[in-house]
Nanobody, 124 residues
Framework: QVQPVESGGGSVPHGGSLTLSCVVS????????VYWFRQAPGKGREGVAR????????IYVDSVNGRFIISQDNAQNTVSLQLNSLKPEDTAMYYC?????????????????WGQGTQVTVSS
């Protein structure tokens, strides 16, 4: 299986916005859930959001709900994550991941198809 490919990270000030994109191989995109996780320095990897690419259903963790928006582009096999009202505590490496089963958004250990990550840095 081809791993997802992320893009769109960068450095922004507190309150700024970024949009991350994740391109997933067509066979995975058509039957899977796509996740966004993040890992801050010295911390474990945590779930951020999950999108069922078949139903279009999105789930967010509490810390980003209302600020982040996950969306899909079926023509491009792409899942995007719009990060709004960014805070310094959102600083992390953001990873896209995919699975055939729609595990809970926190199920980092059940996911085996990961991208390389894209860095998001928010200055105070």
């Amino acid at each position: 299986q081809v791993q997802p490919v992320e893009s769109g990270g960068g450095s922004v000030p507190h309150g700024g916005s970024l949009t991350l994109s994740c391109v997933v191989s067509p066979d995975i995109y058509s039957r899977a859930c796509v996740y966004w996780f993040r890992q801050a320095p010295g911390k474990g990897r945590e779930g951020v959001a999950r999108l069922n690419t078949v139903t279009g259903t999105a789930i967010y963790v509490d810390s980003v709900n209302g600020r982040f928006i996950i969306s899909q582009d079926n023509a491009q096999n792409t899942v995007s994550l719009q990060l709004n009202s960014l805070k310094p505590e959102d600083t992390a490496m953001y990873y896209c991941a995919a699975a055939d089963v729609c595990w809970d958004v926190h199920s980092v250990h059940k996911i085996d198809l990961w991208g390389q990550g894209t860095q998001v840095t928010v200055s105070s």
